[in-house]
């Protein structure tokens, strides 16, 4: 399970591209995450097309490596599919942490960029990928051949352990 | 990445205790989580103690399986560590994943019991852990060694991939 740690987040790509099946596995990874009553309240767009690559860096502020990106996974919960109300946001979240693992165990880089809770990201988005009603976009992972490189991360903290309470 | 996929959810548990060391790597997955600019919200209870294991049966109408479980740790938000408001819940949930896939990975078991955003749950968890303000139980993973096996799932489901929009 050394990929957990050596995991980190890849902002700078090269321009090669990453291939359908390359895509396809890391969605598939996605798709395994557990959800509340197996209920896979998830969509995911596959955004290639180099305008709308773009026009997401003019809404969202941590995204402007999408210019130098060619490709990036937008996951969405679809509130339609849900059997457990509210539990959306973390079943996608457990999509989205699998799809990172996925994507560096494949030799690629890529990085969370948070959309959901903040709508002046939910909105647009929603909007630029014409989602339908109940769908909405938690998270745009760019994918890529990283252009970075760095060393596993250690954040243990001790402090942050507790034992049968406070 | 096969543990992705051959990672289930496991709620039948064997007498045997897992050890502090098995523990701390369950726990250490969690922490190499990314998190919204890497704030790392959060916050880890081991519960060994028998009572508490219980009472937590007694409002969580999921977690039956504490009775036969000697071990759980409850994975928390802690709303004061957060820089980017609103995202504690997406990191935790980063945060879990990596949890239950280290424990498969350590030839253990778990399972993702939700607590937040419930709060029948989130209350009585929050007074039985003496939890501070702020403080927030998300999940609670019972750990053990397994007295079930499951085969891998395939969930991968074409119709939830989309191409430069809905």
Known sequence: MDVLFKRRSIRKYTDQSVSEKQIE???RAGMAAPSAGNQQPWHFIVIRDREMLDQITTFHPYAQMLKESN?????CGDVSLEKHERYWVQDCSAATQNMLLMAHDLGLGSVWLGVFPVEER?????KLL???EGV???AVLPVGYPAESKKPADRF????VHYNGW
Do not use: H, T, Y
């Open 25 to 27: 596995q890391i969605i």
């Open 71 to 75: 490709c990036a996974i937008v996951v």
């Open 122 to 126: 939910v909105q647009p988005l929603r």
């Open 130 to 132: 014409n989602l339908p």
């Open 136 to 138: 909405i976009p938690l």
């Open 157 to 160: 903290d001790q402090s942050r």
